[in-house]
């Protein structure tokens, strides 16, 4: 099998897809998670990239937007959660509590890793009812015992979540909270 991809990219080139893409040294080894050291090198004249770099850059190159699909938006809510695959951000969701608002950027296509599924404009009782989709039931025989364990006085799902990071024993979804 043979692949249409770009081998190798010259310091010329990578300086070009740089400034197509409106990123900076350090913004274009953030998204390639390489060292700023190792896009100057690139960017100098003893530099050609090969390899997965090279590749990376290539479908930069032809997908300019992509750059855009993977930026992690300003936090413009109090509150944050990241909700992870492993360690793979899936969806961020940026709440306001007062008022009630969510925001939130999916990183991936697949429904099913997507913190809400196929509803891509979640409101605000979406968002209580997947807090409480992440933690044990209200209804949990024995619940008073699990709460004494976390230390909680009263069932409340956003703290079981700051507690237990959403964690479920029958998968390997977590939320980072960031306040």
Not at 3 to 18: G, H, L, P
Not at 77 to 106: A, G, S, W
Not at 145 to 168: A, H, S
Request: proline share 4%; hydrophobic share 40%.
């Amino acid at each position: 099998m043979e692949f249409a991809i770009q081998k190798t990219v010259s310091a010329e080139e990578v300086k070009v897809i740089r400034q197509r893409l409106h990123l900076k040294q350090k913004e274009l080894a953030d998204l390639m998670n390489v060292s700023v050291k190792t896009v100057e090198h690139w960017e100098s004249s003893r530099g050609t990239v090969k390899g997965a770099a090279a590749v990376l850059l290539g479908i930069l190159w032809d997908r300019i937007w992509l750059a855009d699909e993977l930026e992690i938006p300003e936090k413009t809510f109090p509150l944050r959660l990241r909700y992870m695959y492993h360690d793979r951000l899936c969806t961020v969701i940026d709440v306001e509590e007062r008022q009630k608002r969510i925001k939130i950027k999916n990183f991936v296509q697949d429904p099913v890793f997507c913190a809400f599924g196929r509803n891509e404009n979640p409101g605000y009782k979406d968002y209580e009812e997947f807090l409480e989709s992440r933690c044990f039931p209200r209804t949990r025989d024995k619940m008073k015992i699990m709460l004494e364990e976390l230390n909680l006085p009263f069932y409340d799902p956003f703290l079981i979540v700051q507690k237990t990071e959403g964690r479920m024993a029958e998968d390997d979804f977590w939320i980072q909270i960031e306040e």
